[in-house]
T-cell receptor, first 112, second 119 residues
């Protein structure tokens, strides 16, 4: 079955540690996205990539970094510079900029 | 910049009652419109979409939405809800005129409406 996988489902880290969230898709989609979801705030775009080896900052990129070395993979690193990293993180992909996005199951990150 | 407003953050309703979840977006020449549903601790699933053609679009589980260009709205409706419809619903807009070289991605999401269906 084609789809998007995110791992792990739940992630716990101590403050000051960097952590990398995995996102893999086998839909052969060019574009991939990372969103952060907080209660009552909807989805906020962190980074997006329209093609391999290229990515753009979204609305809240500070404290995050990404890479896009392969079409299938778009990992997100939450760095220690991110002041409020505890959130639900969603990865998505789409065929191109004008089609619907397909979402992974999400990773809930808790930093204490 | 494009924006999406979901006027109600929470909508409580009794089972078998009708429901309307409202969505308005800022003006644009051409848009694609989407409704997504999210169950607790899960990702978003596409419920329905408007790309072109008929302004009334339907989902397989009884929801429908109507694209109204003059009112820049895309409200979601269901004539009779079930307990299983309890979830959070997000409206999203893809602005075909958006400058992709800017800081935004291609879908702009509303803040969501939590639908709670009570027995």
């Amino acid at each position: 079955d084609g789809g998007i996988t995110q791992s792990p489902k739940y992630l716990f880290r101590k403050e000051g540690q960097n952590v990398t969230l995995s996102c893999e898709q086998n839909l052969n989609h060019d574009a991939m996205y990372w969103y952060r979801q907080d209660p009552g705030q909807g989805l906020r775009l962190i980074y997006y990539s329209q093609i391999v080896n290229d990515f753009q900052k979204g609305d809240i990129a500070e404290g995050y970094s990404v890479s896009r070395e392969k079409k299938e993979s778009f990992p997100l690193t939450v760095t220690s510079a991110q002041k409020n990293p505890t959130a639900f993180y969603l990865c998505a992909s789409s065929i191109d900029e004008t089609y619907e996005q397909y979402f992974g199951p999400g990773t809930r990150l808790t930093v204490t | 910049a494009q924006s999406v407003t979901q006027l109600d953050s929470q909508v409580p309703v009794f089972e078998e009652a009708p429901v309307e979840l409202r969505c308005n977006y800022s003006s644009s020449v051409s848009v694609y419109l989407f409704w997504y549903v999210q169950y607790p601790n899960q990702g978003l699933q596409l419920l329905l979409k408007y790309l072109s053609g008929s302004t009334l679009v339907e989902s397989i589980n009884g929801f429908e939405a109507e694209f109204n260009k003059s009112q820049t709205s895309f409200h979601l409706r269901k004539p009779s809800v079930h307990i299983s419809d309890t979830a959070e619903y997000f409206c999203a807009v893809s602005d075909l005129g958006l400058n992709y070289g800017g800081s935004q991605g291609n879908l702009i999401f509303g803040k969501g409406t939590k639908l709670s269906v009570k027995p």
